[in-house]
C-alpha cells in the first residue's frame, strides 16, 4: 500500500546510516517495529504493582510434585505396555 508521508530526510537519512539500512522504506519499517514494541513494554509497565502475592508459596515444592506425579505416570505406562 502506498502511503504519502512528509518525512524529515535529515532525520530519515541519519537513521539509515545508524542502523546502516539498505533502504530508506527498511529504516521506517524497523522504526515502527520498535515503536510498537516500545508502545506495548509501557503498558506491561501498568501491571507493576498490580500482582497480589501469597506468603509461603512455595513453586519448587509444587514443581516437584509435578514431577513425581510425571515420573509415576510414566511408570504406570510402561508397566501397562509391556503387559499388553
Do not use: C, P, W
Not at 515503536?35 to 501469597?54: C, M, N, P, S
Not at 508459596?57 to 505396555?81: I, P
Request: aromatic letters at 6%; zero cysteines; a positive charge.
Amino acid at each position: 500500500m502506498a502511503t504519502n508521508l512528509h518525512i524529515d530526510t535529515e532525520k530519515l537519512d541519519q537513521l539509515v546510516q545508524a542502523g546502516k539500512f539498505r533502504t530508506k522504506r527498511d529504516a521506517v519499517n524497523t522504526a515502527i517495529d520498535e515503536a510498537l514494541r516500545y508502545r506495548k513494554q509501557l503498558k506491561i509497565l501498568d501491571l507493576f504493582g498490580t500482582v497480589d502475592y501469597v506468603e509461603g508459596y512455595d513453586h519448587k515444592a509444587l514443581r516437584r510434585k509435578r514431577q513425581e506425579k510425571n515420573a509415576d505416570s510414566g511408570r504406570h505406562n510402561r508397566m501397562v505396555s509391556r503387559a499388553s
